[in-house]
Structure formats: structure tokens, C-alpha cells
């Protein structure tokens, strides 16, 4: 359209036309409709290139925000990492401290454990001794609630009362009687396991067990201050230990072990 218009202006053009008084309003007219179309083309153009750099200008704000949100994404995976690190570091320190100190404290106790065997053991020996010269081994007599019928004799057969006896030095031997329910005769390789059995044990809590001498009783008020400690403490650990395993089984349970027995 614009080439059309230049080429009619350019026949139009008064110079070429003297004598046609027509040419010149009629190239008047051409050069103004040209004009028009080339202010049109050129503002065509000009929204064109706008468009074009709107566009690019929409698309580097985009590609900026996805830029920057990965860049705090990274910043804060970095912060996160470096606070587990110092968290994970904090935490082994602590492991370590409290490693060391169960540590300590389990090489206070397996010595103070080992002071008070080496001493039970002393003193087993001098019990010995003055068994031997006695000529005598401790016996006690148990007597526990049984009824005539009771074939398990209420939870207290003879792998369960040597058990709990055991604990307090060794068992020589161990009668129960068929006769009369509820009725037991031990003896004892000394007079301290003995001693110990008569002071600390109690049987099951459902059905005590009552114990009484029967020869080799010990004197009263003989015992040594050394002894005397070491006998509260051993007496603290049986007494603890009679209880976990008599309250750990029941008569029930101890009845239906003896019959899977």
C-alpha cells in the first residue's frame, strides 16, 4: 500500500505535471495519506518491539525470582546441615560424658563388689574353720502354708528352695517332707550362709516361709564390726534379690512350671 502510494505521488508530482492544476492537490493528498500510513507502520513497529521486550523483561523477572529461591533454598539447607552438625557434635560430647561417668561409677561398684566377696569369703573361711572344730554343720528348719492334697507344695519344691538358698552360700542338704506338708530340713556348708538364710530370707510373698535352727546356731552378739558391715550389705543384696525373684513368679506360674517339669 505505501509502495502504491509513493509510486502515484511520484506520477502525480507537480513538476512533472505543469500544466494539470489537479496534480498538486492530488499529490497533496498522496503525501499526507503516506505520511499516515508510514506514522502507522512505524507505531506498528514501535508496540512490536515493546511487546517483544515486555516479554523478555517478564521472562528475566522469572528467571530472577527462581534464581534467588533456589539460592535461599541452598542458603538455608547449608544452615540447616551446619545446625544438625553442631547438634549431632553437642550430642556425641554429651554421649561421651555420660560414658565416662557410667564407667566410673561401674568401676566404683565392681570394686566395692569386689571388697565385699574378698571379705564374705574371709569369713566363709573362718566359718569353715570354726565348723571343723565344732564338728558341726548349721541345720535349719522351713515350714511354709501347705494343704494335705497339694502335690506342688504351694510353689516350694526342691529346685525352687534350693534356689532361693543358693543364693546365700552353698546347700548341703535338702529333705522335704513327705509326711507332713509344708516342712523342710536344710543343712548348710557354714554357719554365716546359714546366718544369712535365717536373717534375709522370706520365701514367696503369698505364703512366707518361716525359718528356725535346729542345730548350730550361732552365739549372740559375737560378730565383729567388720563383719557386722559387711553382713548389712550382703544382707541389702540378698534381701533384694529374694525380692525380684519371689515378686518376678507367682505361685500360679511357679505351679505350672513344676508341672511342665
Known sequence: MKNACRQKALECHPDKNPDNPKAVKLFHQ?????EGLTEAAAKAAYDKI???KKRAAERNQKLECKRNKVKLDLEAHEREAQLNEAEEIKIAKNLDEVIAR???KGSIRLEEQQRLVKEQILLERDDVRTDSVNNSTPKQKLKWKCKKDDESNDGYS?????SILNKYGEVLNLLISRKKKGSANVEFSSTKTAELAFKN????????????WLEGSPPPNTSNPASSSLETSSSNLFQNTARTERDSESPVM?????AAE
Open 201 to 212: 530370707e522370706t520365701g514367696l510373698t503369698s505364703n512366707p516361709l518361716k525359718i528356725s
Open 254 to 258: 511357679m505351679r505350672m512350671r513344676l
Open 30 to 34: 498522496l503525501s499526507q495519506a503516506l
Open 158 to 162: 526342691h529346685e525352687y528352695l534350693l
Open 102 to 104: 557410667l564407667r566410673e
Open 50 to 52: 515493546r511487546k517483544v
